[in-house]
T-cell receptor
Framework: DTGVSQDPRHKITKRGQNVTFRCDPI?????LYWYRQTLGQGPEFLTY????????KSRLLSDRFSAERPKGSFSTLEIQRTEQGDSAMYLC??????????FGPGTRLTVL | QKEVEQDPGPLSVPEGAIVSLNCTYS??????FMWYRQYSRKGPELLMY????GNKEDGRFTAQVDKSSKYISLFIRDSQPSDSATYLC????????????FGAGTRLFVKA
């Protein structure tokens, strides 16, 4: 499968715990994006990497959120001290040049 | 006012109908326009990608962009039950670091 993959697909955690999600982009894509989607809404931009450099972050990305892409390949998104409001689908997308972003299946987070 | 407005529907049509989906936007800097299809609990799938104004056709799908009216459309001909999904419009002012703004999505049901 040469598409974008995300792991885990589902995560249930208790409030206050830390969680980490992984995204593996399409191999030749140097751009990687993280989005958050809640029920009935479109994806909301969180952050963007070009290779290993994090070039843009949304104001939605509070200091409890951190993202890395250490070698310009896979990326991780960590949420510290989770809150119930963090419950959402976390989507990763990748692109080459241009703006054609290809999405992964998402990680559904439930914070109890 | 949101930057991108999209009627959430639901829109219900009989099989074989022509479907028209629309979005309006307020930011005149948007130049790249996309349509995504999202099945329940899946990641969005890129359907159409257009730059600036004009029409683009791909099989049963036609995307139209009218920048003067800040209005974009997606037409689906000969709709099928498998087209039942949420359709998201998305747009961006540039490539790479320019964040992509999504509409809330329109839920479409095609009845056999």
């Amino acid at each position: 499968d040469t598409g974008v993959s995300q792991d885990p697909r589902h995560k249930i955690t208790k409030r206050g715990q830390n969680v980490t999600f992984r995204c593996d982009p399409i191999s030749e894509h140097n751009r990687l994006y993280w989005y958050r989607q809640t029920l009935g809404q479109g994806p909301e931009f969180l952050t963007y990497f070009q290779n290993e450099a994090q070039l843009e972050k949304s104001r939605l990305l509070s200091d409890r959120f951190s993202a890395e892409r250490p070698k310009g390949s896979f990326s991780t998104l960590e949420i510290q001290r989770t809150e119930q409001g963090d419950s959402a689908m976390y989507l990763c997308a990748s692109s080459a040049v241009g703006n054609e972003q290809f999405f992964g299946p998402g990680t559904r987070l439930t914070v109890l | 006012q949101k930057e991108v407005e999209q009627d959430p529907g639901p829109l219900s049509v009989p099989e074989g109908a022509i479907v028209s989906l629309n979005c309006t936007y307020s930011n005149s800097a948007f130049q790249y326009f996309m349509w995504y299809r999202q099945y329940s609990r899946k990641g969005p799938e890129l359907l159409m990608y257009t730059y600036s104004s004009g029409n683009k056709e791909d099989g049963r799908f036609t995307a139209q962009v009218d920048k003067s009216s800040k209005y974009i459309s997606l037409f689906i001909r000969d709709s099928q039950p498998s087209d039942s999904a949420t359709y998201l419009c998305a747009m961006s002012a540039g490539t790479g670091g320019f964040k992509t703004i999504f509409g809330a999505g329109t839920r479409l049901f095609v009845k056999a």
